[in-house]
């Protein structure tokens, strides 16, 4: 499938969804880490997963559906049952160290996916694993201190801002106090 030809099916939903979760498949940032929808989807049966955790996948040249969006995922533990769950290809730089690697074509291709996401669930909120799989300690909002894991290696709640519903409650602490700094200006 080329960019923008996955299809989102409208198929009657028997779920609920109040969130989108935006992940990294944790590995370098090289076309030849350019995996197939199926090689992840044998990583996590051997993990016990009976499918792929996700719903869709942003490659280096396109968008690849992976698990039906009507059925529950497997990728952010507590948050499946009510969430849509992308993983972009990369996260990790050529060190193996977690870092914001996709490209100009993966970031619009994510862009486009969740815009048409939105269309269908305009109330889903869009947050990073990291900001949802982590404990907030100090009540502040979730911070890199706090960080159970980098996934996806960027702030998903301030790069989206414009796309967060109207009533959106923020998990990271960066989006907080964007908030903050935004209400102390006016």
Known sequence: MQKEEYKLEEKKMKRKIDKIVIHCTATKSSPEY???VDTIRNWHKKRGFRDIGYHFL????DVQPGRPIEEMGAHTKGFNKSSIGIAYYGGLDENGKPADTRTELQKDMLLGLLKRLKERFPNASIHGHRDLASV???GDGVEKSEFYKS???FEVETYY???QPSKFKAYSKAYRDLEKKSKSAK
Not at 58 to 61: A, G, K, L, S
């Open 58 to 61: 942003v490659r280096f040249t």
């Open 34 to 36: 350019n995996y197939s």
């Open 136 to 138: 907030d300690k100090d």
């Open 151 to 153: 996934c996806p290696c």
């Open 161 to 163: 801002k414009d796309l």
